[in-house]
């Protein structure tokens, strides 16, 4: 299950998505987390996969890849299932035993958030995937530039994310390298109830904890002794410009937002069928 988490890594490839400028893939990605709640209908939906499937093909990202990343959220897509499913009373009733009632409504919705969920997750995942760190940080301090103004940190906002980001994949390492270490001397991790499991965690919380602080204090003492001051005065190697590329891109993200918001919402569904 650790090995599964794909989140914050980055996966190298050459490809249009990964060429882009961090800013575009930034924007794009709020703009296409926005447009998933800006339909509730079927021709919405399709349009949602279609771009998705097209992103997908564009990154060169393998989809087993991508598709890993959500297993760890397999319980939180069930629990959503469940509460949309039992919960929401509307329309006919579809299935009715003592204190559980499935209705048209709670079946649609939980459907659809699903699927909400599903491809939130996705969307946002290919952006780690296809952009470093360094990038995202300078995206992200670019972004939130005019915030200087106003005496906000930009630059350490963004460090922070950076870091925060850069030591996911470091900490599971971490973690799967503890769970085989305590599993080799004979710890039991897997069986037992819900109250068993989460104290057979200690053993593995502990080391963790440790390691992540040692990992923090060397990182900051070797950001120290490198005369780490902040973005005051700092410059750029490589100053984030726009390009042709990016501009486009803007263009077809935003038509796409458009396009969705227009046929999920004002587009029958039998127009598509006949």
């Not at 060429?19 to 924007?27: A, E, G, N, Q, S």
């Not at 897509?77 to 009632?101: A, C, E, P, Q, Y």
């Not at 919705?109 to 599903?118: E, G, K, P, Q, S």
């Not at 390298?177 to 499991?197: C, P, Y």
Request: net charge positive; with cysteine; charged share 20%.
């Amino acid at each position: 299950m650790i090995r599964d988490i794909t989140i914050g890594q980055y996966y190298p490839e050459d490809s249009i998505l990964h060429r882009l400028d961090p800013r575009v893939k930034i924007v794009s990605t709020l703009l296409y987390l926005v447009s998933l709640f800006l339909f509730k209908s079927i021709p919405g939906y399709l349009v949602a996969t279609l771009f998705l499937t097209s992103i997908i093909t564009i990154s060169k990202v393998p989809f087993g890849y991508i598709v890993k990343g959500l297993k760890p959220v397999i319980m939180l897509l069930m629990i959503t299932v469940v509460f949309n499913l039992f919960l929401t009373r509307s329309g006919d009733v579809l299935f009715h035993k003592w204190i559980f009632t499935i209705t048209e409504g709670g079946l649609q919705t939980a459907v659809y958030m699903t699927i909400r969920l599903i491809y939130l997750i996705i969307g946002s995942s290919l952006m780690t995937f296809t952009t470093t760190p360094n990038e995202l940080t300078d995206g992200i301090e670019k972004l939130l530039y005019p915030l200087n103004k106003i005496h906000v940190p930009v630059h350490e906002v963004a460090m922070m994310m950076s870091i925060a980001l850069r030591f996911i994949p470091i900490l599971l390492e971490e973690t799967d390298k503890i769970m085989k270490a305590q599993i080799a001397r004979g710890a039991d991790l897997e069986s037992g109830n819900m109250i068993q499991r989460a104290k057979s965690m200690v053993p593995i919380l502990v080391p963790l904890f440790i390691s992540a602080f040692r990992r923090a204090n060397d990182l900051a003492m070797a950001m120290e002794a490198r005369c780490y001051r902040g973005g005051e005065g700092r410059t750029k190697m490589k100053p984030l410009k726009y390009k042709s590329r990016d501009r486009i891109a803007y263009g077809v993200v935003l038509f796409y937002v458009a396009a969705v918001f227009v046929i999920g919402r004002y587009v029958p569904f039998h127009v598509w069928i006949f």
